[in-house]
């Protein structure tokens, strides 16, 4: 599919933003529930209580749409990365970044399991993105982690799988919940329980890299 999915910034009003996040919230589930082939404007526009005529307004076509809503997930996935800096402390960065990744997988599962399925399906609608924008982000990402091992504030590891590692660990508590029920005969997950998780988490990744 080579028509492209991304649109410049967009900077819309008070009311027409809560309008398309409604429609994007929509989205989202429906995408989910039907997947990109069995997924319906009109669903989404009853679902988001607008008339079918608004998604198309903020949307060309269901492409725009469902790119609009992975986009806006690796948005927020990503924002705390975004302003790293070589002159950060690495401790304190990776456990921000950590713990925002685990809150959303708890306050934004839905959203962790689409992208899921579109990575496993081979990213047919995100490639063109993660080509280009998104492979320079990692590269200054890691040339960030490089500046830590070089300043000595972190072992010498591949900042690429630090980075990996961090997205697995926390995404899984979203995307394979069912899993993570079973094996811990638990309920349901609770806020403590993905506090407790980033915990963990935290301390395996920053021991294992030598920061603390």
């Known amino acids: 599919m080579t028509e492209s999915i991304l649109r410049g910034p967009y900077k819309p009003g008070r009311i027409r933003e809560q309008s398309r996040e409604l429609i994007l919230q929509a989205a989202e589930a429906e995408f989910a529930c039907h997947g990109f082939r069995g997924a319906t404007m009109q669903r989404i526009a009853e679902s988001a209580q607008v008339p079918k005529?608004?998604?198309?307004?903020?949307?060309?076509?269901?492409?725009?749409?469902?790119g609009a809503v992975l986009e806006n997930t690796l948005n927020l996935w990503d924002a705390i990365f975004n302003e790293l800096a070589s002159h950060d402390e690495p401790a304190d960065v990776l456990s921000c970044y950590i713990d925002a990744k685990m809150d959303f997988s708890r306050t934004h599962p839905t959203a962790s399991r689409l992208f899921a399925k579109e990575m496993i399906s081979g990213a047919p609608h995100l490639s063109a993105y993660l080509q280009q924008?998104?492979?320079?982000?990692?590269k200054q990402r890691m040339?960030?982690?490089?500046?830590?091992?070089?300043?000595g504030k972190m072992d010498d590891v591949e900042p690429a799988h630090v980075i990996f590692m961090i997205w697995a660990s926390t995404q899984y508590y979203a995307d394979f919940e069912p899993q993570i029920l079973i094996a811990t005969q638990t309920p349901r997950l609770t806020e403590q329980s993905f506090t407790s998780a980033a915990d963990s988490i935290k301390h395996i990744i920053l021991k294992g890299c030598g920061i603390c």
């Open 143 to 151: 040339s960030i982690f490089e500046s830590w091992v070089a300043q």
């Open 53 to 66: 005529a608004n998604i198309h307004y903020y949307f060309s076509n269901k492409l725009g749409l469902y």
């Open 133 to 138: 924008d998104y492979r320079l982000w990692f």
